[in-house]
């Protein structure tokens, strides 16, 4: 028994070492300094959103010692993400592991460096709350967050990056951002500087079908409109009070929350199938996702 565990002992030292060559100090709000993660070679680290305090004189400290200048990208407070870019080169980018590489009971290192040297602790994965809609992914784990961990790495024993460490998310809840969600956030807002989310200009509220229209749906209920924004995506396909939403796209429509999460995983500026219920009879229309500010 003692030589297993001093192997996986062992093994987690050396996964920390090795992490940690990928894990910077981030300096941008006045009490103790927070962690991040190196996203890409050329400079991109990622952190949590409620650590950067400020957007002027970030400094990021590197694994080396050496400390560089920052400036905010962007930011999404929905998943507590931010995106830094430094002038810095050659940097390490760790392994990320795929959320379906994980599972509740394996053992991970939330590792952080608020000081000069990489600090860790253990814990277990204990739960998952997935929206692929929404394109959130995040895992739950009983690891002890220290001060200055959040923005840092969750690792698991093979030394694979489960996900960024965050305190805000849930309060006393240790939440780790998963690879599916930071790859999407990080894109955005490298891409556009902000998270670009889908708008129609509806309100809506649920309502049951029709007998005919639910039984060739197969849905009882979708979401009726009660109120269309003038110069709306929505008014522009021609949709009316009175009509309900049943589809959009491949997604089913019941309520607001499920049009909500459609609207996530929908294009901003491009055409989107709207399927309704208008008089008892199902239509097709044409939307052009709008987006929302």
């Given amino acids: 028994m003692s030589d297993i565990l001093k192997t996986l002992s062992d093994a987690m030292a050396e996964t920390a070492e090795r992490t940690g060559q990928s894990i910077v100090q981030v300096n941008a709000r006045r009490r103790l300094p927070a962690t991040g993660i190196v996203w890409s070679a050329d400079g991109v680290i990622v952190t949590s959103h409620h ?3 400020t957007e002027e004189r970030i400094r990021i400290g ?3 010692g050496q400390v560089v200048e920052g400036t905010l990208v962007g930011r999404d407070p929905s998943t507590d993400v931010a995106v830094i870019r430094t002038n810095a080169s050659g940097l390490t980018v760790p392994a990320w592991a795929e959320a379906s590489e994980v599972r509740v009971g394996h053992l991970a290192l939330a590792l952080g460096r608020p000081g000069d040297s990489v600090q860790a ?5 204990s739960a998952f709350s997935h929206s692929a809609d929404e394109h959130k992914y995040f895992a739950q784990t009983d690891v002890v967050m220290y001060p200055g961990f959040s923005g840092g790495p969750l690792v698991n024993v093979t030394g694979q990056v489960i996900g960024m460490n965050s305190s805000a998310l849930m309060r006393g809840v240790s939440l780790a951002v998963q690879t ?5 956030v990080v894109g955005s807002l490298l891409q556009h500087g902000k998270i670009r989310r889908g708008y129609l200009g509806v309100g809506v509220q649920p309502a049951h079908l029709p ?4 039984e060739h749906l197969g849905q009882r209920s979708g979401a009726l409109v009660v109120s269309v924004e003038e110069n709306s995506p929505a008014e522009k396909a021609g949709l009316y009070m009175g009509d309900t939403v049943v589809a959009l796209n491949d997604h089913r429509i019941e309520d607001m929350e499920s049009l909500l999460s459609a609207l996530g995983s929908a294009a901003v500026g491009e055409a989107a199938n709207l399927k309704i219920v208008r008089a008892g009879q199902v239509h097709d229309l044409s939307v052009v996702i709008g987006e929302r500010n």
């Avoid at 602790?121 to 994965?125: F, N, P, S």
């Avoid at 599916?180 to 999407?184: D, E, F, G, Q, R």
């Avoid at 007998?211 to 639910?214: Q, S």
Wanted: hydrophobic letters at 55%.
């Fill in 211 to 214: 007998a005919a229209a639910a």
């Fill in 180 to 184: 599916p969600s930071l790859k999407h």
């Fill in 51 to 53: 650590v950067v305090e």
């Fill in 121 to 125: 602790t253990l814990g277990v994965v």
């Fill in 62 to 64: 590197l694994p080396g």
